[in-house]
DNA sequence: AGTCAGCGCGCG
DNA sequence: AAAGCGCGCGCTGACT
C-alpha cells in the first residue's frame, strides 16, 4: 500500500461491508498501491494481488502498453476476502474510500476494470452500456471504464474489444495522438445539409462519388407502424478511397430540422442519386434501406453490407458496428442515448449518424480486401449473401399475410381453452388464508404460488431440481412438461397443468404478439439475421431498435418457430386469390452428411428413394411401415439426428422415454446406438475426420467454403473440447443446408421476377421456404421452384458437385398449416382444382 | 419502470 | 466426467 495515501484514506477498523467480517488485519481496506503523484489509477473489483496483476499485465502489454510503472492501483472493494461476491450493498458501502482515494491522488485518468469499479468511481451501473465511455470524476480525473478480464475468459470473443478499450485509455492519458491514421475521424470532412444550397453540392458529390454509405437514425418503431419517421439521413461519400471521403449530415423529422415539413421529399430528391453511386453500403443494410425505401427511395438496393462481411470472415466475433469500429480501426467510442432521438439535441444526433457512415466506410474499404484475400468467402458473399440481403429486404418490407378471420377464431378456442383449464385448475387452490405470506397471486406458470402448491399444499413429489444456486441451496423444483407428465399419474392436476402451460404460451407468444404486430395491410413484419447464427442459417424474430422502443414491451415474432399446429400455422396464409407454397428440402441434412461422409449405405438409400427416419420409426416402434404415424416418424427423426451429431447412449436413455415412453437400460441403449453406426460404418470415420481437421485448423468448412471457427477445439477443458469436436460435425452439414435453402430462396425468386410474375418468396424456414404465389402463376411457378431447388448451379458458382439426390416437397393450399402435399405428376401440370 | 439470468419450450 | 447441433421468446424473480 501506499503509505501517504494509507495515512489519509485508510480504514482499518471498517465493518460496513459483508466483506470485512471475512478480512482481518492487512487485509482490511487495503488502500492504493502504486507511486506518489501517479497521473494515472486503475481500479479493480477487489484489491490487486499478484496473479491478477500478472494476467492484467499480459493483457496491458498486448495493447501495448508494457510500461503501467506510474499507475496507482486501486479497488472497488477494498477488504480482501476468499469466495465471497459483494452485492450493491456492499458496493455501496465502500464507494466513499474509492472517492476519498481520487480526490487525494488526483490523478489525470481512471480506468475501470468491470462493472464494480465503474459503480465505484462513477455510481453507474451496466458495464455493457457504459463501457468506452468517458466520465468526470469529482476530482476532476477522465474517468473511463472497460469489462473485466473474467469476462474475456468465459467468453473469448470478448477480448479484441477489452485489449482496444485497454489501448484507447492508453493513448487517452498518455497524450498520444490516438491513431496515425488520418481517416481516424472525419475532422473538417463533414457538412451539415441544412440550407438548398448545401442539398445542391450533396448532389454533385453523389454523381461524382464511386461509394456511399448510408444510415439512418429513426423514431424507433417499425418503418410499417403509423407514426414512423426517420430522423436524420448520413451518407459518406467517396471516389475509390478514404482519401476523399466526406460526410454528409441530413436533418429530416428532427424538430430541429429545416426540412421536417418536407422531409420525405428531400430523400426523393437524394433518392435519384444516390441510386446512380455504383457501390451502396451500410452496415446491417436490410434496415436501413427498409426505412428508406418506404420514405422516398423505393428502389434503393445496397450493394455491400459490413455486418454480412464480417460475420463471413468471423462468425464469431461482435458484430455491431461500434465494437468493430473500435476493434478494427481503433475508432474511439461514440454514441448517444438512441431511445428518444426526437428530444436529443440535433446536432448530438447528426454527429453520431455521421460518424456511423463514416467508420461504416472504413470498414468496407478494410473487409473488401479481406473477402479479396479469402476467394472462398468472397464468391459466398457475391453470389450468395448480398443477394440474400436484397431479397431479404423485399421479404420483411411486404412482410406475411394473414387471415384475420382464422387469427380471431383460433385466439378465442385458445383464449377459451386456457380459461376452462384454468377454471379446472382453481378447483384445486385452497382459499386464500392458507397461502404463505410471501405469495399474492395465483400463477399457474412456473412461479413461487405453482411451487408452493404443487409441492407443498398438495405435497406431490419433487422429481427434478433447477440449477443448484449460486450459494450452494437447491434449485427450484422443476415445472418442466416432462414433470407434468409423471405427476399426471399422481394427482389430476399434473395433465391440467400441462395443458395449461401449453395454452398459456399459444396466447401469449403466438396469439398476442401476432394481433399486435398486424398492420393495416393484414401482415406481419419479422426480421431475418442473415449474420444471426455461427453456422450460417437465419435467425429471425424482433429488429434489434425494436427491442428498445420506449413505448414499452414490443412483442416479436419469430417466423421459424410457429407449431405446426393448423391452430397456429392456419393463421398465415395467403390473401383471396393467391396461395401458400411451401418448398420443403427432403431430409436435406442427413442427404448432406451422407454426401460428406461418403456413406455409401446412406447414398444408396437415398439413390433409391428410401427414408432413413421412416426406418429408424419402424425400429423404435416395432410397427410396420404402414402403421407408423407422422408424430412416430418425427421423434425418430430426433433420433437420427441426435445419433448423427453425437449424441450418446446417457441422452438416448432420456429421448426414449420422453418420444416413445419406453424404458430404455444402459446396455440396449448403448446397443442401439452401436447398431445405428453399424448400419452406417462410414459415420465414425468421417466423425474422427472433422474432429482431426478441427484439430489441427482450429476451424472447419462446408462444401461451399463458409467456414466455423472453433477456439475452443484447444481448451483444456474436456467437456468444452467435446463440444467444439460436435460442433465440428455438426456445423458444415448444418451450414451447407442452410446456404442450400437460401440459395434457392435467391434463385427462384429471380426466375419470377425475370417472367413477369408477381409470386413471391416469404421467407425460409431453415430447409424449407415458403411462397406466396397468385393462383393463375401456380403453373408456371411450381416447377420453377422444384426445379430449382433440387438444381443449384453449386458447381459454377461454389464448385461443388453434389452427388446425393436432392429433393424439393411442394405443398400448396390457402394457409401455411393447411397446405396439401403435391404429387410429381401437380407440380409439373398444375390444374387448379 | 427497466435489466438480467435462468428456465422451459417453440422451430429446424 | 460427460457427451446432439443451431436459434428466439416469454415468464419469473431478483435486482436497481
Known amino acids: 500500500m501506499n503509505k501517504r495515501l494509507q495515512l489519509a484514506v485508510r480504514n482499518a477498523v471498517c465493518t460496513n461491508c459483508r466483506m470485512s467480517n471475512q478480512a482481518e488485519g492487512d487485509d482490511v481496506c487495503v488502500t492504493g498501491q502504486g507511486p506518489n503523484g501517479a497521473r494515472v489509477v486503475i481500479v479493480t473489483k477487489f484489491p490487486i494481488g499478484p496473479r491478477s496483476r500478472k494476467e492484467l499485465s499480459g493483457f496491458l502489454a498486448d495493447a501495448d502498453w508494457p510500461d503501467v510503472d506510474n499507475v496507482m492501483w486501486c479497488s472497488a472493494i477494498k477488504c480482501r476476502s476468499w469466495g465471497m461476491d459483494p452485492n450493491k450493498t456492499d458496493m ?34 451496466g458495464i455493457m452500456k457504459y463501457r468506452g465511455k468517458l466520465f468526470t470524476h469529482a476530482s476532476g480525473a477522465t474517468v473511463m471504464a472497460t469489462i473485466a478480464p473474467g469476462m474475456v475468459a468465459r467468453n473469448p470473443r470478448f477480448r479484441d474489444g477489452f485489449i482496444a478499450d485497454l489501448r484507447y485509455f492508453r493513448n487517452l492519458a498518455s497524450g498520444i495522438v490516438t491513431d496515425q491514421d488520418p481517416y481516424h475521424t472525419p475532422g473538417e470532412r463533414q457538412t451539415t445539409v441544412a440550407t438548398k444550397a448545401v442539398l445542391r453540392s450533396l448532389l454533385a458529390a453523389l454523381d461524382a462519388s464511386g461509394v456511399v454509405s448510408y444510415d439512418v437514425e429513426t423514431t424507433g418503431a417499425g418503418e410499417y407502424e403509423s407514426g414512423a419517421a426517420i430522423v436524420s439521413l448520413s451518407l459518406t461519400t467517396a471516389a475509390t478511397s478514404m482519401a476523399t471521403a466526406h460526410v454528409w449530415k441530413i436533418p429530416l423529422f428532427h424538430p430541429q430540422s429545416p426540412w421536417r ?4 421529399r428531400i430523400l426523393a430528391i437524394i433518392a435519384r442519386y444516390l441510386y446512380k453511386v455504383k457501390r451502396r453500403i451500410a452496415h446491417n443494410a436490410k434496415f436501413d434501406t427498409r426505412w428508406l425505401r418506404t420514405f422516398g427511395m423505393p428502389e434503393l438496393t445496397p450493394t455491400f453490407d459490413t455486418i454480412i462481411a464480417a460475420a463471413l470472415l468471423d462468425e464469431n466475433r461482435v458484430k455491431g458496428l461500434k465494437p468493430l469500429a473500435q476493434q478494427l480501426l481503433g475508432a474511439d467510442p461514440w454514441g448517444i442515448d438512441t431511445k428518444n432521438l426526437l428530444i436529443t439535441p440535433i446536432d448530438e444526433v447528426l454527429d453520431y449518424n455521421g460518424l456511423d457512415t463514416w467508420h461504416t466506410l472504413r470498414l468496407y474499404f478494410m473487409f473488401r480486401e479481406q473477402l479479396k484475400a479469402q476467394p472462398r468467402i468472397g464468391r459466398l458473399f457475391i453470389y450468395l449473401m448480398m443477394p440474400l440481403v436484397q431479397e431479404l429486404v423485399n421479404v420483411e418490407q411486404r412482410g406475411v399475410y394473414v387471415d384475420r378471420e382464422v387469427l380471431a377464431t383460433n385466439h378465442n378456442i385458445a383464449r377459451q381453452t386456457l380459461a376452462d383449464v384454468r377454471e379446472q385448475l382453481m378447483e384445486w387452490v385452497p382459499p386464500r388464508e392458507e397461502w404463505p405470506p410471501n405469495i399474492k397471486d395465483v400463477n399457474f406458470n412456473a412461479s413461487n404460488f405453482a411451487r ?25 423444483p422443476s415445472m418442466a412438461e416432462a414433470i407434468m407428465l409423471e405427476l399426471a399419474e399422481l394427482h389430476e392436476v399434473g395433465k391440467l397443468m400441462g395443458e ?29 439475421k442473415p449474420w444471426g447464427t455461427v453456422t450460417g442459417r437465419l435467425s429471425s424474430g424482433k429488429e434489434d431498435e425494436e427491442k428498445l422502443t420506449a413505448r414499452g414491451h414490443v412483442k416479436g415474432v419469430n417466423l421459424q418457430q410457429v407449431p405446426r399446429d393448423p391452430l397456429l400455422r392456419g393463421v398465415f396464409g395467403a390473401p383471396p386469390g393467391s396461395s401458400f407454397v411451401e418448398a420443403d428440402y427432403s431430409q436435406i441434412e442427413l442427404r448432406i452428411a451422407a454426401f460428406l461422409a461418403r456413406e455409401q449405405t446412406m447414398l444408396h438409400l437415398y439413390a433409391s428413394g428410401q427414408d432413413i427416419h421412416m426406418a429408424m420409426a419402424m425400429r423404435m416402434t416395432g410397427k410396420p411401415a404402414s402403421r407408423v404415424t407422422k408424430e412416430e416418424r418425427k421423434r425418430a427423426k430426433a433420433v437420427n439426428f441426435g445419433f448423427l451429431y453425437g449424441m450418446g447412449w ?8 420422453s418420444n416413445y415412453q419406453l424404458r430404455v437400460t444402459e446396455e440396449e441403449s448403448r446397443a442401439f446406438r452401436t447398431s445405428f453406426f453399424d448400419q452406417f460404418p462410414m459415420l465414425p470415420a468421417w466423425h474422427a475426420k472433422q474432429r482431426r481437421l478441427a484439430h489441427k485448423f482450429g476451424r ?20 468444452v473440447r467435446a463440444e467444439a469436436e460436435r460442433q465440428a460435425i455438426n456445423s ?19 426466375k419470377f421476377r425475370k417472367l413477369g410474375l408477381t409470386a413471391h418468396p416469404i421467407g425460409t424456414v431453415h430447409d424449407a421456404v415458403n411462397f406466396e404465389i397468385p393462383n393463375d402463376e401456380l403453373r ?39 397446405a396439401r402435399e403435391l404429387s410429381i405428376d401437380e407440380v409439373y401440370d398444375w390444374q387448379a382444382a
Open 500 to 528: 395449461h402451460a401449453l395454452w398459456f404460451k399459444r396466447c401469449s407468444a403466438f396469439f398476442e404478439s401476432y394481433e399486435a404486430l398486424l398492420d393495416e395491410n393484414s401482415r406481419i413484419h419479422t426480421t431475418f
Open 452 to 476: 408452493w402448491w404443487l409441492f407443498e399444499h398438495l405435497g406431490l413429489p419433487v422429481m427434478a431440481r433447477g440449477k443448484t444456486k449460486d450459494d450452494g441451496s437447491p434449485g427450484a
Open 92 to 125: 455501496k458501502a465502500c464507494r466513499p474510500y474509492l472517492d476519498e482515494e481520487l480526490n487525494f491522488v488526483k490523478p489525470e485518468y481512471v480506468l475501470c476494470i468491470g462493472g464494480e469499479a465503474l459503480f465505484a468511481a462513477t455510481g453507474r451501473a
Open 780 to 818: 408456371i411457378a411450381l416447377p420453377i421452384i422444384k426445379d430449382t431447388m433440387e438444381t443449384l448451379p453449386l458447381e459454377r458458382l461454389f464448385g461443388v458437385v453434389l452427388d446425393v439426390p436432392i429433393v424439393a416437397d411442394i405443398k400448396v393450399g390457402t394457409h401455411w398449416g393447411l
Open 650 to 657: 446417457h441422452k438416448f436413455v432420456m429421448t426414449a422415454w
Open 700 to 719: 472447419v468448412m462446408t462444401p461451399m467454403g463458409r467456414v466455423r471457427h472453433l477456439p475452443d477445439i484447444e481448451s483444456p477443458i474436456p467437456d
Open 261 to 264: 415539413r418536407q422531409w420525405q
Open 732 to 750: 458444415p452439414v448444418q451450414g451447407f443446408a442452410s446456404d442450400m435453402a437460401a440459395l434457392s430462396m435467391v434463385f427462384v425468386a429471380r
